[in-house]
């Protein structure tokens, strides 16, 4: 039943991942390949506003400082927008890579509680069997 158990965690936490890595890819290639559009009008970017929802938890000095920020970082988004497409075939490698490799690790959790499962059911019979102990 452990054993069942163990593993069902794992093949969920699995799913899980494959489903974070999915969505961070489908949203960082939409970012990459929707990257023109930042560049197209700086005044769209000067009259950004915290939405309404925010407004009573941001305080009134950040919310004057923002335009003056994102002018500031302008020319470095300006900068990487023109290596997009090189970077849109680079992340979807690396994004599987790290998918893969996580994947690797929580098959090797499953193992490892495959294998504490077993140890503990071990020593629960030779604590319930005392004559195995001195045989």
């Keep these: 039943m452990f054993y069942v158990l163990s593993w069902f965690v794992v ?8 489903l974070v890595a999915w969505g961070f890819h489908a949203i960082a290639t939409w970012l990459v390949s929707n990257a023109g559009a930042l560049k197209s009008d700086s005044s769209e970017i000067m009259s ?3 939405p309404e929802w925010l407004a009573p938890w941001v ?5 004057s400082a923002l335009p ?14 023109g290596f997009a497409p ?4 680079a992340l979807t490698v690396a994004v599987w890579v790290i998918w893969a490799i996580g994947s690797m690790l929580l098959i090797v959790l499953g193992f ?3 294998g504490l ?10 604590r319930s069997d005392p004559s195995a102990a001195y045989s």
């Design 86 to 89: 090189a970077m849109a075939g």
């Design 48 to 50: 950004l506003r915290v």
């Design 11 to 18: 093949f969920s936490l699995l799913a899980l991942w494959s």
């Design 117 to 126: 499962v077993a140890l503990l059911r071990r020593r629960r019979s030779a």
């Design 59 to 63: 305080p009134p000095e950040l919310t």
């Design 112 to 114: 490892v509680l495959s």
């Design 68 to 81: 003056a920020m994102v002018s500031a970082v302008t020319p470095a988004i300006d900068a990487l927008l």
